[in-house]
Nanobody, 115 residues
Framework: QVKLVESGGGLVQAGGSLRLSCAASRTPASPAVMDWFRQAPGSQREWVGAMLQGGKTKDRDSLQGRITISRDNGDNTLTLQMNSLRREDTGVYYC?????????WGQGTQVTVSS
């Protein structure tokens, strides 16, 4: 069973930055896609961005310019750098990966942005 473990969440003031990491293990094959999602209180989970196996990234339009997604294929680690954080960025951030056609999820890491 693929295991995804997020880290790096916490409390940050508006305007600050956070760097989230996701470590993937027990992967029988290199993930074809690794994504970040987030879920704000009372809202549905939404897609944040993705890193494809070839190194191409895709970001949510509303977040472009404030986030950078990177991936270390050597150890299947996905990183989400978030800058100029806003209160509306508050939520639980989830890492997800597609391995051999199956999507797996991490348990999430809480990000709280205070004013």
């Amino acid at each position: 069973q693929v295991k995804l473990v997020e880290s790096g969440g916490g409390l940050v003031q508006a305007g600050g930055s956070l760097r989230l990491s996701c470590a993937a293990s027990r992967t029988p094959a290199s993930p074809a896609v690794m994504d970040w999602f987030r879920q704000a209180p009372g809202s549905q989970r939404e897609w944040v961005g993705a890193m494809l196996q070839g190194g191409k990234t895709k970001d949510r339009d509303s977040l472009q310019g404030r986030i950078t997604i990177s991936r270390d294929n050597g150890d299947n680690t996905l990183t989400l750098q978030m800058n100029s954080l806003r209160r509306e960025d508050t939520g639980v951030y989830y890492c997800s990966a597609v391995v051999s056609g199956v999507r797996f999820w991490g348990q999430g890491t809480q990000v709280t942005v205070s004013s």
